[in-house]
Nanobody, 115 residues
């Protein structure tokens, strides 16, 4: 059984920063992809950023240059550093792990950016 636990969400003013963390536990293969998705009210869930176990990264155009994804393989933890936050970044952020072809999700953490 794989579990993902996110932390670090909250309320921040526009232009501010937040750092999200997601710790994975259970039977995790060493080669995997971890990612952050987000879902704003009334919108579909979208990919924010992903990172492979070899630290190759991919970002959505909307967050390039502002967000940085990183991971600690020894701790099975992925991070999302979010800088220069905008009100349109307001959403529930979900951690995702693709492990041996199966997708696992965290429960989500709310990020609210006030203008």
């Amino acid at each position: 059984q794989v579990q993902l636990v996110e932390s670090g969400g909250g309320l921040v003013q526009a232009g501010g920063s937040l750092r999200l963390s997601c710790a994975a536990s259970g039977s995790i293969f060493s080669i995997n992809v971890m990612a952050w998705y987000r879902q704003a009210p009334g919108k579909q869930r979208e990919l924010v950023a992903s990172i492979t176990s070899r630290h190759n990264t991919n970002y959505a155009n909307a967050v390039k240059g502002r967000f940085t994804i990183s991971r600690d393989n020894a701790r099975n933890t992925v991070y999302l550093q979010m800088n220069s936050l905008k009100p349109e970044d307001t959403a529930v952020y979900y951690c995702n792990l693709n492990n041996v072809g199966m997708d696992y999700w965290g429960k989500g953490t709310l990020v609210t950016v006030s203008s």
